[in-house]
């Protein structure tokens, strides 16, 4: 680990940390709009989602191929082409969605 750390001081490497995404409803609570009442009814929906979830991820495991979970996830909107020039960007924007699937029993993305 000492060595991984001075090679990567050395050569001026830095790892980039991403960013969890936040949904309106934790950020205008961090930023004081939302009731406490309504976060909390909030945070409990979150929690009992993520325990069916994990529910759903053992039956598929144990399910023998019978029983198939997928998790989806609509990933961040790139812009195409990637521009600084104001004309470029208006006259031929693309907009690409990058769509994941993920299969718990196989354990395949796609």
């Known amino acids: 680990m000492k060595i991984f ?3 990567s001081r050395k050569l001026n490497l830095g790892f980039f ?3 969890k995404d936040q949904c309106d409803t ?3 609570h961090k930023e004081g709009h ?3 009442a309504v976060y909390g009814s909030h945070i409990e929906d979150k929690e009992r989602a993520r325990y069916f979830k994990n529910v759903d991820k053992v039956l598929a495991s144990e399910s023998g191929g019978k029983l198939r979970v997928l ?4 990933q961040q909107l790139l812009m195409c082409p990637k521009s600084f020039s104001s004309a470029v960007y208006y006259k031929r ?3 690409v969605h990058n769509f994941a699937m ?3 029993h196989s354990r395949e993305g796609y």
């Not at 998790?71 to 609509?74: A, S």
């Open 93 to 95: 924007k693309l907009s």
């Open 34 to 36: 939302i009731a406490q």
């Open 26 to 28: 934790c950020i205008g």
């Open 5 to 7: 750390r001075e090679v």
């Open 102 to 104: 993920y299969d718990f």
């Open 17 to 19: 940390n991403s960013r």
């Open 71 to 74: 998790t989806m996830d609509l």
